[in-house]
């Protein structure tokens, strides 16, 4: 079994930051991708932004140059540096890892934009 633990969510400005942590433990083997979902009120769960195991990025159109992605092998860990947050970037966000074993989520942690 996997678990996966974020922080990092909160309510901030428009133009404001935010860096949203996970950081996954249990049965972790092998090479494995991870990334950031998001889902608003009444909106599809959307991919942000995902990286594999050999740092193959990539961003969905509406975050990139404001959003970054990382993670530590090391410490089964992914973040998301989120600059110039947007209200339209207000959503659930949700960590994610692909292993072979199976699809994993956290619990989502809520970003809010508001003036």
């Known amino acids: 079994q996997v678990q996966l633990v974020e922080s990092g969510g909160g309510s901030v400005q428009p133009g404001g930051s935010l860096r949203l942590s996970c950081a996954a433990s249990?049965?972790?083997?092998?090479?494995?991708?991870m990334g950031w979902y998001r889902q608003a009120p009444g909106k599809q769960r959307e991919l942000v932004a995902g990286?594999?195991?050999?740092?193959?990025?990539k961003y969905v159109d509406s975050v990139k140059g404001r959003f970054t992605i990382s993670r530590d092998n090391a410490k089964h860990s992914v973040y998301l540096q989120m600059n110039s947050l947007k209200l339209e970037d207000t959503a659930v966000y949700y960590c994610?890892?692909?292993?072979?074993?199976?699809?994993?989520w956290g619990q989502g942690t809520q970003v809010t934009v508001s003036s």
């Open positions: 990286i594999t195991s050999d740092d193959n990025i």
């Open positions: 249990g049965s972790i083997f092998g090479t494995y991708a």
């Open positions: 994610n890892v692909l292993l072979k074993s199976g699809n994993y």
